[in-house]
């Protein structure tokens, strides 16, 4: 594994601690997102994918969500337990049902409703 | 733009085209070696047809040939794979679990999918490079990709991706086999066959007469040869085979020893010697004319030389045949036990025509027999049509001939003492023996004829056929004023000859005892002529005596009167 691969993958767990604020799990009565992001390397779609979902989620979410980040081409056996196959995907994990959202999330629309939000911007 | 860059490295390199063996049986023979080496192979077909086992066997007969393989399944889990292929005696587990192989199961559930805006397959291609390297895999499976096509809905960008892959397979040197689903009016649903162009198979799933096909055909292959027809195939107890070609040459070895019938009069009729080993024999006949036991007692000649012989008996299962054969002295259990005599009986309905033929061929190749019964063969035009019949013919004399097999099959005609068979497959053979009944003052008997032995003296006499209690036998039939005569008529013929015969001893005696005494009659009168006769001379020979001596006396009598009258005269003339 290359060394650039790995600051990659460094800088996308630290997008993600900084995603996710550390009072997580704390409160009771609300619900919480938790989110996993696949990406193949950095590429354009990727970065692309996870900041429009950092933005979406810091309007509507705020302090509600976590954000992992995996890189397949880092960790390429994690791709089979999500089933993964399309990149950028996104697994809502919580709320259930698990949800795949896959693109690069352009379509905000789209993304809400795969986060189980739009009736919250409605 | 892709077609100009392949034509010129088919112009760059002049060397053959690399294949993969794909270990199919049959299957490397159509496609001349294989399937293309580091490239893609399509396969299509309906549902049904066998895609995936395919793709199944080219993968785990790669890695018995020392290729691991990679089986990317988008339709059924490692699971279900493992299951299926169970049943051919093949343990995917295993395999995985030597590294040997690698099993993904890619699932894709639409439900569970949002698409929000532009992506790629990479994590398809993640797990696929995972896959391959984790076993180190030369061969791998895609089966269907096509799923994909209803995974996502973007399909210009699944498209692109998927172009993407097929060069990325091509790219990591892989051989790679491609299941798609057939299309209404293109090979397969998706337009696979745009991208897959190297080396396409079609397979198809045909249904004639309630009875079943599986065909496949080798669409194109791109620089190299391949068989254009449609072969059959079945998928049997060793996985998929391929129905061997149609003969590419009659080329075989003949042999010119002889094999018994297991009648010796007919093997008296046919030089004294038999069949020739390796020929094939039609015993044609309406129904009880005696073929299967002709065929059985060839099936016990062959055991008794110790060599093996298999029975198919399309008719009745194979305990029936043994106690059948049982009454007329043929005891086939023994030679079953010893392994000697293989019964294999089979529903001609049951199964699609070729996929006898398989069968046959799969029988042969498990027991390798020296001699092959099919009783009878004409019950396979029911599994086809005519053509397709002789065609499978074709296919299994010729099968046997370049194994040096001897075939004896029978067929049972319709049309009653008519010289032709429905399939006209008596020119396909070597030797034609027709059994006819010959219905004649209220019985029927059986007529043996040989209608044709190429290469052998043979009589072209009408023999009768017996069947005993202990074997078959030959009579020489009588041929009486109205033709042959058999059975009970040539019993009474024989005993009317003989009556004949006796009355014509009988008469000639009386007639010589008749004429002895005619002879003996005349012989009488013949002595009693002669006794009269020679009385008769004896009379005469007397009164000539008598009167000679009175002659004598009574010329002494004058000479003596003379010399008293001249004596005084000249006594030395004593005649005037």
């Known amino acids: 594994m290359s060394a650039a691969k ?95 959202i896959i693109g690069d999330f352009s379509n905000t629309e789209r993304l809400l409703v795969g986060l189980n939000l739009r009736q919250l911007k409605v | 733009m892709r077609k100009v860059q392949r034509k010129s490295v088919k112009a760059r390199t002049l060397s053959p085209l690399k294949k993969a063996l794909t270990g199919i049986e049959g299957l490397d023979t159509v496609t001349d070696g294989g399937f293309p080496r580091g490239r893609a192979t399509l396969i299509c077909g309906g549902p049904g047809c066998g895609k995936t086992l395919f793709g199944l066997q080219f993968i785990i007969n790669g890695i018995a040939l020392g290729e691991p393989g990679v089986v990317i399944s988008f339709e059924e889990t490692a699971d279900d794979l493992t299951k299926n292929v169970a049943s051919l005696g093949v343990d995917l587990d295993k395999l995985v679990r030597s590294k040997k192989l690698a099993i993904d199961h890619v699932h894709i559930d639409r439900s569970e999918i949002l698409e929000t805006g532009g992506f790629d397959l990479a994590g398809l291609f993640v797990r696929i490079a995972q896959a391959v390297s984790s076993v180190g895999a030369k061969r791998i499976l895609l089966d269907t990709v096509e799923v994909l096509f209803s995974g996502f809905s973007n399909q210009g960008l699944l498209r692109a991706e998927l172009e993407r892959l097929f060069r990325w397979l091509k790219d990591h040197g892989l051989t790679a086999v491609i299941t798609g689903e057939r299309g209404e009016a293109a090979l397969t649903r998706h337009g696979l066959e745009e991208y897959i162009s190297d080396c396409v198979l079609s397979l198809d799933h045909r249904v004639t007469d309630q009875v079943t096909t599986r065909r496949v055909r080798v669409v194109k292959y791109r620089g190299s040869t391949h068989g254009t027809n449609e072969y059959p195939f079945l998928i049997g107890e060793r996985g998929i085979s391929v129905l061997p070609i149609t003969g590419v040459g009659l080329d075989y070895q003949v042999s010119e020893s ?144 370049r194994k040096g097999i001897t075939g004896l099959f029978t067929y049972l005609s319709a049309a009653r003492g008519l010289e032709e068979t429905d399939l006209d497959v008596s020119s396909l053979t070597d030797s034609w023996i027709e059994l006819r009944d010959v219905d004649r003052s209220g019985e029927r008997n059986r007529a043996l004829y040989i209608l044709k032995s190429r290469g052998m003296a043979h009589s072209n006499q009408v023999r009768e056929l017996l069947i005993t209690n202990h074997g078959l036998e030959l009579v020489d039939a009588v041929v009486g004023p109205q033709g042959v005569i058999v059975g009970s008529a040539r019993v009474a013929q024989l005993a009317e000859d003989q009556r004949a015969a006796r009355n014509r001893q009988q008469s000639a005696a009386l007639r010589q005892r008749e004429l002895e005494r005619k002879r003996r009659v005349v012989n009488a009168q013949i002595e009693a002529l002669r006794a009269e006769l020679s009385a008769s001379e004896e009379e005469l020979r007397r009164e000539v005596d008598d009167s000679e001596r009175e002659d004598s006396a009574a010329r002494e009598q004058q000479l003596r009167m003379r010399q008293t009258k001249l004596g005084a005269r000249r006594p030395s003339n004593g005649k005037p």
């Not at chain 1, 704390?26 to 994918?49: C, D, F, M, P």
């Not at chain 2, 094939?280 to 000649?301: D, P, R």
């Not at chain 2, 092959?372 to 074709?394: Q, R, T, Y």
């Open chain 1, 6 to 100: 790995k600051k990659a993958k460094a800088r996308t767990k630290a997008k993600a601690k900084r995603a996710a604020p550390s009072r997580a799990r704390s409160r009771n009565s609300e619900e919480w997102w938790e989110l996993r992001l696949y990406v193949a390397g950095k590429t354009a779609l990727g970065i692309q994918a996870f900041e429009n979902l950092k933005r979406v989620c810091e309007e509507h979410l705020h302090g509600r969500y976590r954000i992992e980040v995996v890189d397949l081409l880092v960790n390429p056996t994690l791709a089979r337990g999500d089933q993964i196959l399309a990149v950028p995907t996104l697994v809502r994990q919580l709320p259930p049902p698990i949800k795949k």
């Open chain 2, 258 to 401: 002889r094999v018994r019938t297991g009648a010796p009069a007919l093997d008296e009729m046919l030089g004294g010697k038999g069949y020739f080993r390796g020929s094939s024999v039609l015993i044609s006949g309406t129904a009880g004319t005696g073929k299967s036991s002709l065929a059985a007692s060839f099936a016990v000649a062959t055991c008794a030389r110790g060599e093996k012989c298999l029975y198919f008996a399309l008719e009745e299962p194979a305990t029936q045949v043994v106690r059948n054969m049982k009454s007329i002295g043929l005891d086939l259990q023994p030679l079953v036990d010893q392994g000697l005599l293989s019964i294999v009986a089979a529903r001609p309905t049951l199964v699609g025509l070729e996929q006898h033929l398989v069968a046959m061929h799969v029988a042969v190749e498990r027991v390798k027999p020296k001699a092959l019964v099919v009783d009878p063969i004409s019950s396979l035009v029911s599994g086809g049509n005519a053509h397709e019949v002789k065609s499978m013919l074709v296919r299994l004399f010729d099968y046997l001939k």
